[in-house]
């Protein structure tokens, strides 16, 4: 099946830090997705990029969807401690939208 | 996470015994999903669910597992004769079509310990 190479596997970063992670795959897909997950929560949407190379932003949040379709990365820029958390990217085809194939995600902590 | 909910919040049972995961979808939706999440992985899909229908079970065990969304009332996740490594968090998420290329929203999950 389908697989996702999430990394790093952990950060920890300075307040104010600018933070990059980034997920490849051996395969295609036609939407990639960014989410961060709080303790105890589910994952919350951050992000969803829907076309090769389309550059998306949602306020200190960067995603990029690459050119070749099987990668993605994600910036977070002056970070602050509630970024803290667990940061996923998923995969998508459009053939079945809802069998989304996630990484095994980011930690990321942020010292104040 | 606002609208898909999921109960228990967190269900402990011991190894042989039932557990029932259930989840109630946004308003208006009629597919749902469910994934499982071990600790320190990402989610893994399970099965994908229309009212009334199992569309896509592909990624449910063989055996003991079983789901359900009936006409009325919530989707059910079941899991017969629980092992330890049943533990994990189960989560599930809803759309309102099954082809629909929006991302998923999911509830913030039942949380299962197998003592």
């Known amino acids: 099946g389908q697989q996702l190479n999430q990394s790093p596997q952990s950060m920890f970063i300075q307040e104010g830090e600018d933070v990059s992670m980034n997920c490849t795959s051996s395969?295609?897909?036609?939407?990639w997705l960014w989410y961060k997950q709080d303790p105890g929560e589910g994952p919350v949407l951050l992000i969803a990029l829907y076309k090769a190379g389309e550059l998306t932003s949602n306020g200190r949040l960067t995603a990029q969807f690459g050119i070749t379709r099987k990668d993605s990365f994600l910036n977070i820029s002056a970070s602050i401690p509630s970024d803290v958390g667990i940061y996923f990217c998923a995969g998508q085809l459009n053939t079945n939208a809802g069998k989304s194939t996630f990484g095994d995600g980011t930690t990321l902590t942020v010292k104040p | 996470n606002a609208g898909v909910m999921q109960n228990p919040r967190h269900l402990v049972r011991r190894r042989g015994q039932e557990a029932r995961l259930r989840c109630s979808p946004m308003?208006?939706?009629?597919?749902v999903y469910w994934y499982r999440q071990l600790p320190e992985e990402g989610l893994k899909f399970m099965v994908y669910l229309q009212k009334e229908n199992i569309i896509d079970e592909s990624g449910m065990p063989k055996e003991r597992f079983s789901a359900e969304f009936p006409k009325e009332g919530p989707s059910i996740l079941r899991i017969q004769q629980v092992v330890r490594g049943d533990s994990a968090a189960y989560f599930c998420?809803?759309?309102?079509?099954?082809?629909?290329?929006?991302?998923?929203?999911f509830g913030n999950g039942t949380r299962l310990t197998v003592t």
């Open positions: 308003k208006g939706h009629s597919h």
């Open positions: 395969s295609i897909f036609n939407t």
């Open positions: 998420a809803s759309s309102p079509l099954g082809t629909d290329v929006r991302p998923l929203h």
